[in-house]
């Protein structure tokens, strides 16, 4: 007989097993104390929960990975990887060069002829006397350099089918020019740069002696995209370079580093083995400038108003070649900086906001604010009178037209702050036959380059002094200034990691040789010897001012 087991199942009685004494144990605990650990589960919960919603909000990530700072950031186009070595530049003991400028030369008509009777290889573009620097329209070809005058023009020789400079209808517009690589500084671009090297006294051995400089300065960048004054010799390899300088200024330092490769043209959006260098300096500067537009990050002792000054120069060179608007931004914000800083009795500037002004750090606050001008850039009327007014507190029995200039207006004059002060001048409007100008630069030039004391800092002001007049005298002076740097450059020696650079120390001690060392003395160095292509002359060497004037007024 079949068996149903579902109804066996349901007739018979189910009997349960005891529960273990594990199992009762463990009801009888949660009987007793469950709700109280559930109590206590509950608020460690909440307890751990603030404490990590507390350190998220003080930026102590401990759970996830802190976001990083909105900082701008520049992508390389074709670029090296961040990490590819930087090959050493083989720079043996420089031949001579038979390219010697004479007065002839910068006198003659035909320029082009002229150097190519002087043998020196010139691909570029041809130099052409184009009459820039007046005022005009965007349109007009040579606009000319100008600074910033604040009469309607500014004098300067440009090159066809290049950005000249300052031009506009406001002596201050920013397309000058047209068809180079960036308003202003259009000189820069490869083919005028190579026509405006030999024009204005440049040789191939100046630009190897550039080549080499470049390389040593991308050689010892930090990772961060910083240079150190102090800290560079961290980079070196192959053996220590030495010459670290005392001074505490990453601003300054990484301004140093980047200038000479925005000189030759260079910038971040440019393709070429530096590309990532200038990339990762750039990005530096703008992710350490303040809200109200201080560049001076690490600055230490009195170099506030210097880091911010040199910082501020390129940024305003680097949106004048790229036309980056993230650039601008941080551009604008420098020159507004340095506008509130200025001591508004007596327009200059000096180590913090508003003191009472010295030659020195006045004349890096100009120059960031001419870089502004020729990059477009918005610059106070009020602030360019108080330079004006500066400048003239100069004039005094002993300088009967304010061509010399010491380290404030209460002192005597010194090369160096002459040559600070007679290129501030210029760029301010005096005129190249004006009083002050003569005066200045016959001071100059009786402080002549030679194998004595060095002092760059002098150097570099005064050579852009001299660039700016043109003729004999500047031609005498490049010349010295030109084959003292080239035979001082480090070729050899046995320390493979030094060349391209100059010794602070040797072959004589070099005036900023304890405060800023290597880097300083080897940038400063390299932009001397690019100043043929960085700016172009102020003045017109054919053309005295009578002449420009009565042009502009047609």
């Not at 009888?28 to 109280?36: I, L």
């Not at 900082?71 to 420089?94: G, H, M, R």
């Not at 036309?323 to 500037?349: C, L, N, P, T, Y």
Request: hydrophobic share 35%; glycine share 14%; proline share 4%.
């Amino acid at each position: 007989m079949a068996i149903d087991v579902q109804d066996q199942l349901e007739d018979e009685e189910i009997v349960s097993a005891p529960p273990s004494p594990i199992v009762e144990a463990f009801q009888t605990w949660m009987r007793e104390k469950g709700a109280w650990m559930a109590t206590s589960l509950t608020a460690h919960a909440v307890i751990l929960l603030s404490t990590w919603l507390i350190l998220e909000l003080l930026g102590y990530g401990v759970i996830r990975e802190k976001k990083p700072l909105d900082v701008p950031t520049f992508e390389a186009v074709d670029a090296p990887a961040a990490t590819e070595e930087i090959a050493k530049f083989e720079l043996t003991k420089t031949s001579y060069d038979p390219t010697e400028l004479t007065t002839e030369s910068l006198t003659a008509e035909n320029k082009e002829a002229a150097i190519e009777a002087k043998h020196f290889d010139d691909s570029g573009l041809p130099f052409e006397d184009s009459g820039g620097g007046v005022k005009s329209s965007a349109n007009v070809m040579a606009g000319g350099l100008g600074g910033f005058n604040t009469s309607s023009m500014g004098a300067g020789g440009a090159i066809t089918g290049m950005a000249g400079g300052i031009g506009g209808s406001d002596g201050f517009g920013k397309n000058g020019g047209s068809g180079g690589d960036g308003s202003g500084f259009g000189g820069r671009g490869q083919g005028s740069r190579e026509a405006m090297l030999g024009t204005y006294g440049g040789t191939k051995n100046s630009e190897r002696a550039v080549a080499a400089a470049l390389n040593w300065i991308a050689r010892h960048q930090s990772a961060d995209g910083s240079w150190g004054i102090e800290s560079f010799t961290k980079q070196c390899k192959g053996g220590q370079c030495g010459g670290a300088g005392n001074h505490k200024s990453d601003s300054a330092a990484t301004a140093l580093g980047l200038l000479p490769f925005l000189a030759a043209g260079q910038t971040h959006q440019s393709k070429g083995p530096y590309q990532t260098k200038i990339n990762g300096a750039v990005q530096w500067l703008i992710s350490h400038q303040k809200p109200d537009g201080d560049l001076s990050f690490g600055a230490g002792g009195n170099s506030r108003m210097y880091s911010h000054g040199l910082a501020a120069i390129a940024l305003c060179e680097c949106y004048g070649l790229s036309d980056d608007s993230r650039v601008r931004a941080a551009a604008q914000k420098a020159i507004k900086f340095i506008e509130d800083a200025q001591d508004k009795a007596g327009g200059g500037w000096r180590y913090e906001l508003n003191q009472a002004g010295d030659t020195s750090v006045v004349g890096w606050q100009v120059m960031a604010l001419k870089s502004g001008l020729m990059s477009g850039l918005t610059v106070k009327k009020e602030t360019l009178d108080g330079v004006h007014s500066y400048l003239g507190s100069f004039k005094g029995k002993n300088n009967a037209y304010g061509g010399l200039f010491g380290y404030q207006p209460a002192g005597g004059p010194t090369p160096a702050m002459t040559g600070v002060g007679v290129l501030c001048s210029q760029y301010m409007g005096s005129q190249r036959g004006s009083p002050e100008i003569t005066e200045g630069v016959k001071f100059i030039m009786g402080n002549q380059p030679d194998g004595g004391e060095r002092n760059i800092y002098y150097w570099y002001y005064a050579t852009q002094v001299m660039h700016n007049m043109l003729g004999p005298d500047w031609d005498t002076w490049n010349r010295k200034m030109r084959k003292l740097l080239i035979d001082t450059q480090i070729k050899d020696g046995g320390n493979a990691c030094a060349v391209g650079s100059w010794d602070p120390d040797r072959p004589t001690k070099d005036h900023w040789s304890d405060a800023g060392g290597r880097l300083m003395v080897t940038s400063l160095s390299c932009l001397t010897l690019e100043v043929y292509y960085r700016y172009l002359p102020l003045y017109k060497l054919d053309k005295p001012a009578e002449a420009n004037a009565k042009e502009a007024a047609k």
